[in-house]
């Protein structure tokens, strides 16, 4: 099993950047997937996380209105896209895959991760 985040990058305040997730070597629409973030010196914090038929993703408050999830199962990947960036959410960016259909923003409740992608907003 592979996922794999991409699309980091450096960018200004107020910016765009879609993260994408592809996910390989699983049935992808068996999944939920759980985008979470790290940031220097602080612990992996959950961001949002979207269910295997891509209905009702969620994210929590301090992204709201700002980041959206999708997913096309067809092409095996997940999408986050971020918008209005802010300096503070400069992070390491994951996403993971996690079988259970019981909504869950705990990292060690998600079976597979990928390598991260860097986010660096400047302000």
């Known amino acids: 099993v592979q996922l794999q985040a991409f699309g980091g990058g450096l960018v200004q305040a107020g910016g765009s950047l879609r993260l994408s997730c592809a996910a390989s070597g699983l049935t992808f629409s068996s999944y939920d997937v759980g985008w979470f973030r790290q940031a220097p010196g602080k612990e992996r914090e959950f961001v949002g996380r979207i269910i295997r038929r891509g209905g009702s993703p969620y994210v929590v408050d301090s992204v709201k209105g700002r980041f959206t999830i999708s997913r096309d199962n067809a092409k095996n990947t997940v999408y986050l896209q971020m918008n209005s960036l802010k300096p503070e959410d400069t992070a390491v960016y994951y996403c993971?895959?996690?079988?259970?259909?019981?909504?869950?923003?705990?990292?060690?409740?998600?079976?597979?991760w990928g390598p991260g992608t860097l986010v660096t907003v400047s302000s």
């Open positions: 993971a895959a996690d079988r259970s259909q019981v909504v869950s923003s705990i990292p060690r409740t998600y079976a597979y």
